[in-house]
């Protein structure tokens, strides 16, 4: 492949029994149906991708025994497609199986849509490393580039695959609906990525056909990039016995660590972030009075204070396992009225505890 140069005559195409990597049948047919659906607004990006991605986890499991069932899990789709993955998978399998483009179990995969069931059209042979390309691309301009030039330029006859055609830019962007610049310049990446070999013709073929191409069949991808060192670290000393005289006097031992062997320190409390034991202490609850009264819930009032210690009382006592989450609410909108009376008397006795213990550090917290 690497000879060619000039499309001329019939003796430019590649022939190979399978592309590097093996391949998997997508219809002609069935690419235009899911297509046509992103065109609508039904169907997104995301959709489509793992509607491709589907395609390369049948492939994995071509050459599975028959005596042994296979499993299909959104982890491994997940692991395709890339991203946050989670609801948005299968949110994309929900539109997917509504309009009848595919059908996902565990044990079964169908990806041939329902309305080209009957006439599903040429098999178009997409080598696996296109299509775990394309289920982590992002750009649509860039799948359709793809898909585009694969339906033009790829063929499977006489049990072997057949690289190369003709393709106009236009052509692309006017049956996938995407821009011609953009075409263009997915095109272009795509002869830097390796995949493509573009080839000269005369001036009268390009003008009725488009450009030759060709679609390199021993395509297997970028490989993962190395791991990386770390350089953040300085080297360590070449004598370190010399940095200093080794004494321990007048050394202060070092704080005990924890159960675990670290030592653990709490951090300030936080009114975005409230835990129960800023509910249950309370000097951190006082702390998150002076946040909630810098925001303007809350005035520098003793009815005020006693209010706040009551919702933490409160949510303490009613909630199982957002009472976090209850006292912002109830600090936030100031609904006061579902305390008890036993709240406020826990809320008092937090109050006059604080007040005994240390009463100028009570007023400096709560009324600065």
């Given at each position: 492949?690497?000879?060619?140069?000039?499309?001329?005559?019939?003796?430019?195409?590649?022939?190979?029994?399978?592309?590097?990597?093996?391949?998997?049948?997508?219809?002609?047919?069935?690419?235009?149906?899911?297509?046509?659906?992103?065109?609508?607004?039904?169907?997104?990006?995301?959709?489509?991708?793992?509607?491709?991605?589907?395609?390369?986890?049948?492939?994995?499991?071509?050459?599975?025994?028959?005596?042994r069932k296979p499993c299909f899990t959104?982890?491994?789709?997940?692991?395709?497609?890339?991203?946050?993955?989670?609801?948005?998978?299968?949110?994309?399998?929900?539109?997917l199986t509504t309009l009848g483009l595919?059908?996902?179990?565990?044990?079964?995969?169908?990806?041939?849509?329902?309305?080209?069931?009957?006439?599903?059209?040429?098999?178009?042979?997409?080598?696996?490393?296109?299509?775990?390309?394309?289920?982590?691309?992002?750009?649509?301009?860039?799948?359709?580039?793809?898909?585009?030039?694969?339906?033009?330029?790829?063929?499977?006859?006489?049990?072997?695959?057949?690289?190369?055609?003709?393709?106009?830019?236009?052509?692309?962007?006017?049956?996938?609906?995407?821009?011609?610049?953009?075409?263009?310049?997915?095109?272009?990446?795509?002869?830097?990525?390796?995949?493509?070999?573009?080839?000269?013709?005369?001036?009268?073929?390009?003008?009725?056909?488009?450009?030759?191409?060709?679609?390199?069949?021993?395509?297997?991808?970028?490989?993962?990039?190395?791991?990386?060192?770390?350089?953040?670290?300085?080297?360590?000393?070449?004598?370190?016995?010399?940095?200093?005289?080794?004494?321990?006097?007048?050394?202060?031992?070092?704080?005990?660590?924890?159960?675990?062997?670290?030592?653990?320190?709490?951090?300030?409390?936080?009114?975005?972030?409230?835990?129960?034991?800023?509910?249950?202490?309370?000097?951190?609850?006082?702390?998150?009075?002076?946040?909630?009264?810098?925001?303007?819930?809350?005035?520098?009032?003793?009815?005020?204070?006693?209010?706040?210690?009551?919702?933490?009382?409160?949510?303490?006592?009613?909630?199982?396992?957002?009472?976090?989450?209850?006292?912002?609410?109830?600090?936030?909108g100031q609904a006061w009225q579902y305390?008890?009376?036993?709240?406020?008397?826990?809320?008092?006795?937090?109050?006059?505890?604080?007040?005994?213990?240390?009463?100028?550090?009570?007023?400096?917290?709560?009324?600065?």
């Amino acid at each position: 492949m690497e000879t060619l140069a000039h499309a001329r005559g019939r003796d430019w195409h590649v022939e190979s029994r399978k592309p590097r990597g093996g391949f998997c049948f997508i219809h002609e047919n069935s690419i235009h149906a899911v297509w046509s659906y992103l065109r609508l607004g039904e169907l997104e990006l995301r959709d489509i991708r793992v509607w491709l991605a589907c395609h390369e986890m049948q492939a994995r499991r071509c050459t599975l025994d028959q005596s042994r069932k296979p499993c299909f899990t959104h982890d491994e789709l997940h692991a395709l497609i890339g991203g946050t993955g989670g609801e948005h998978v299968r949110r994309s399998l929900r539109r997917l199986t509504t309009l009848g483009l595919l059908q996902f179990d565990a044990d079964r995969i169908n990806t041939t849509p329902f309305e080209v069931t009957e006439d599903p059209g040429r098999p178009v042979p997409v080598p696996r490393p296109v299509l775990r390309l394309l289920a982590k691309s992002r750009g649509r301009a860039f799948i359709a580039t793809v898909l585009g030039h694969l339906l033009r330029c790829l063929y499977y006859t006489r049990g072997v695959c057949r690289s190369g055609g003709w393709c106009k830019a236009s052509w692309v962007a006017e049956v996938f609906g995407v821009a011609l610049r953009a075409v263009k310049d997915a095109r272009s990446r795509l002869v830097g990525l390796g995949l493509f070999r573009m080839l000269r013709a005369d001036q009268l073929r390009l003008n009725r056909f488009g450009s030759p191409l060709v679609v390199c069949l021993q395509w297997a991808g970028g490989s993962a990039p190395r791991k990386a060192f770390p350089t953040t670290e300085s080297a360590p000393p070449k004598k370190h016995k010399e940095l200093s005289y080794r004494r321990d006097d007048h050394q202060k031992p070092a704080r005990a660590a924890g159960p675990a062997g670290a030592r653990l320190r709490a951090k300030a409390p936080d009114l975005n972030d409230v835990t129960e034991a800023d509910l249950k202490d309370p000097w951190r609850l006082a702390a998150l009075f002076k946040q909630a009264r810098q925001r303007g819930w809350v005035t520098r009032c003793h009815a005020d204070i006693l209010a706040v210690f009551t919702a933490a009382a409160h949510s303490l006592r009613v909630a199982t396992r957002t009472a976090p989450a209850l006292f912002y609410w109830t600090v936030s909108g100031q609904a006061w009225q579902y305390a008890s009376c036993d709240d406020e008397d826990v809320a008092r006795a937090q109050l006059a505890m604080l007040l005994h213990n240390d009463p100028n550090r009570w007023r400096s917290q709560l009324c600065p």
